[in-house]
């Protein structure tokens, strides 16, 4: 990662002009010169100092969404590490949530009861057995055959069918997953790094207190350290509008890194829907996949490009726009 903003960015970022000759030059009285020698002093994410956040294994994280720009933080850690954040107070105040159980409900208990006469009864029962005992001689006939076999062989097969689900237990254990300063499901955003600062200071309850360095980083944090790298810095409200320009404006560097976050997210947050929408084989990872492909350029660009060409922008753009509208939706802005 950590490769340039897209156009758009750019371009609106760009350093005023130089001023024409015969255009005042600016007065350092006027104050203005003041706000850019300010502007200069401020570290970049570079050149900040990222001993602490190496050290304790957290980063800071700036997401912009519809609703304005926020900092938060987020770690990894394996999933045999963390306690998932509790959603059960979030979902019940989902209203569309709360409405889409309720008609799965319904359509339980709306299922039909046919009562059969006592001839048919006895036909089906008949048929159930006969089902039954022919199920019930291949099972003693399958189990004949594993007898022979551990008999012929030295047990080996049977170990290590029998260490497999531990060892898939494992690696799935050892894995290591996304932790958000979260809270009852809520992702905890912040509109100044001095808020920030301030919430994790204060002691409240939140996810990411269950890691082992969080206390560390209660003591010795300082606003100044709130400076996110580039490639922790995600742009989740450019994301639809530049899915509507079609597949020639498509920024590969703003689109990829927002399918990262988001994933995050909907992991940490346990978003199940934004999961399958962005899952292996759904149409935007096959957009994911085909933006990584033409960024990397070579014959695997060229690829790349002749796959983009044929995934729909509007879809894409409806699918995203439902993503964001998802996460914002999660989103507890602080102060």
């Known amino acids: 990662m950590g490769s340039p903003k897209h156009t758009e960015v750019s371009v609106a970022r760009q350093s005023p002009q130089r001023p024409d000759a015969d255009e005042p030059e600016l007065d350092e009285t006027d104050g203005t010169l003041d706000e850019v020698e300010e502007d200069a002093e401020r570290p970049s994410a570079r050149e900040a100092d990222r001993a602490l956040w190496d050290e304790l294994r957290i980063d800071p994280v700036e997401i912009a969404l519809p609703a304005g720009t926020g900092f938060t933080l987020r770690a990894y850690r394996p999933a045999r590490e963390l306690t998932p954040t509790d959603v059960a107070e979030r979902d019940q105040d989902d209203p569309f949530l709360a409405r889409r159980q309720a008609v799965e409900t319904d359509d339980e208990d709306d299922d039909e009861v046919v009562i ?28 004949k055959a594993a007898a022979d076999d ?11 069918a029998t260490e ?3 060892e898939d237990e494992d690696e799935a ?35 990411m207190s269950q890691l082992d360095s969080w ?16 490639e922790d810095t995600y742009e989740l409200d450019l994301v639809v509008e530049n899915l509507r320009g079609g597949h020639d404006t498509w920024d590969s560097t703003l689109l990829i890194e927002a ?41 695997g660009g060229f ?11 509007q879809t894409a753009s409806l699918g995203w726009r439902t993503i964001v509208g998802k996460i914002s939706a999660v989103v507890d802005w602080r102060d």
């Open 116 to 143: 059969l006469d006592e001839e048919l009864a006895a036909e089906f029962a008949e048929a159930d057995a006969e089902e039954a005992e022919e199920a019930d001689g291949k099972s003693r006939r399958r189990k």
């Open 150 to 160: 551990t008999a012929d062989g030295d047990g080996d097969a049977d170990a290590e």
């Open 164 to 166: 497999e689900p531990d």
């Open 173 to 207: 254990g050892d894995e290591e997953v996304p932790v958000f300063l979260s809270h009852r499901g809520k992702l905890l955003l912040f509109k100044t790094p001095e808020s920030l600062v301030s919430f994790v200071r204060s002691g409240a309850p939140n996810d």
């Open 215 to 230: 206390n560390e980083l209660s003591e010795r944090v300082e606003p100044a350290d709130i400076v996110p790298l580039d």
């Open 259 to 299: 399918g990262e976050v988001a994933r995050d997210i909907a992991y940490a947050l346990r978003l199940p829907a934004v999961l399958d929408m962005l899952s292996a084989g759904s149409s935007l990872d096959d957009l994911d996949e085909a933006l990584r492909a033409t960024a990397n350029g070579g014959i």
């Open 303 to 313: 690829l790349g490009r002749r796959r983009l060409k044929k995934i729909g922008a």
